[in-house]
């Protein structure tokens, strides 16, 4: 984005990011696409992060730089992180006289406000150091900005490598950056970026960029149409996804992010299905959601022996302390975990995968279904008849609850976990105070019957799985253990089904 001083309406930037490792960087340097075009003089940049020592501008969603470029000093802006994939955020940029931040340029930025609020000086929190090189390129009918970064980010928290792609949208459409993405990541493994730099700045200094990461709230208008709100849940979702698929590539593949990675993409299933109503007419929908349910099965053999070996066999141990049988059981599951493990990590590693989550952001941003006539519905009216129908058939699959057979059962299950993330997708559209105490205690409702059926599951898996490994026999529909469990749970479907819909 070019340069330019403070307007009443800020400037934007829109931006696709991409990773990759250094060595596959070099290589994208050499693609034809690439190569056609005219390379602009790489140069090296250095850009410093600013905050307030409580961090006053990061919890308002803002960030302070000034970047060293050519002999210039050029301070920004920046309001909005980003979701995942692509980033759409207002910017303002001002080049000032040196390298410390001028209060001057951010006069009549987003920044304005929250610096006078807080009273505080801004203070050095990181920098980056990375070597640019730009091509500009023609795609379709944009004029689309390729950008190579490599370099790292220093902090007094230590050090870390900086490799990323940014296709900058300088005149068109925002598809022609998902199209252009596709073709580079033909010849070079480029996964969804995630974080800014001034993120990956910050999980440096917060020591927290090596774990899993849980769903974290979607915040939402409450005058947010249909459209807008499965957009945000779409992002919500695949950046969820992508946060957790690193960590286990890059950390030792911890079951924890293997796990968090199957309940991104289960939410994200459950949203194709939930707005199925708006989706329909967009054929792509279902197909990405029969995709994503193909690819990704192997995920639940993987989490499944993980639940088997850390809970079921420990707790069988505790009380079958003579089963001679269970160290035998033991070691054919730890052989059967790391087939499944392999089998993950080459669906994470392999390229089909890469591909089918960058054309799915890019559908997500640009896909038909956007518009059809329901995306610009409001999202509480469509709320009220998404969630009224996920009650009902949750309603309808569990009568009869201490009786169902597994199979029914699991039905039952899963209608009460899509009804859940339905509530959790819409809940930021309710934002007075009756509504939110609605809110919470149906949650609690619902939270309460999960766990009852949650265990269920996981006896009913440990007993199929525990067949399969030639083990002892598990506990039975008979069992007073699972009996006591059905009971509890019919008992917390009744309650739910008390409980007034926080969306009516």
Known sequence: MSESTR??????????????????????????????AVEIQPEPLVTTYYDTPKRDLRAAGLTLRVRAKGGRHIQTVKAGAGDVGLFDRAEWETEIAGETP??????????????????APVEKLFATLVTRREFPVQQGESRILVTLDEGRVESPAGDTPLCEVELELQAGEPADLFQLAQALAETVPLRLGVHSKSAVGFALIDGNGRSAVKAEAIDLPADASAGTVFRQVARACLRHMRLNETVFLEAGQPPEALHQIRVALRRLRSALSLFAPMLDGDPRAMGFAD???????????????????????????????????????RERAEVERERAYDVVLTTLQSPQWRSLII?????????????????????RAFAAGVLDQARLRLKKRG???????????????????KLRYGAEFFSGLYH????????EKFGDALSDLQD??????D??????MSESLSGPPMPGADDPSVLDLLKAAADARSDLLDVKPFWR
């Open 291 to 329: 995709e994503i349910k193909r690819v990704t099965e192997p995920f639940g053999h993987a989490r499944n022996l993980d639940v088997f070996l850390g809970d079921t066999l420990p707790n069988l141990a505790k009380n079958r302390p003579d089963d001679a049988g269970l160290d035998g059981l």
């Open 399 to 417: 009568r009869g609850l201490k009786h169902l057979d597994p199979h029914t059962r699991h039905r039952a299950r899963i209608a009460a976990k």
């Open 7 to 36: 307007n009443a309406e800020a400037p934007r930037e829109v931006e696709l990011k991409l990773v990759c490792a250094g060595s596959d960087l070099t290589a994208l340097a050499a693609h034809p696409r690439l190569q056609g």
């Open 359 to 379: 054309d799915l952001a890019g559908w997500v941003e640009t896909g038909a279904w956007a518009a059809q006539p329901a995306a610009a519905e409001t999202g």
């Open 452 to 457: 009852h059926l949650g265990v269920l599951n």
């Open 459 to 464: 006896l009913e898996t440990a007993r199929s």
């Open 432 to 439: 007075k105070k009756k509504a939110r105490r609605r809110q």
């Open 102 to 119: 001028d209060p001057a340029a951010w006069a009549g930025t987003a920044a304005e406000a929250v610096l006078r609020d807080a009273d």
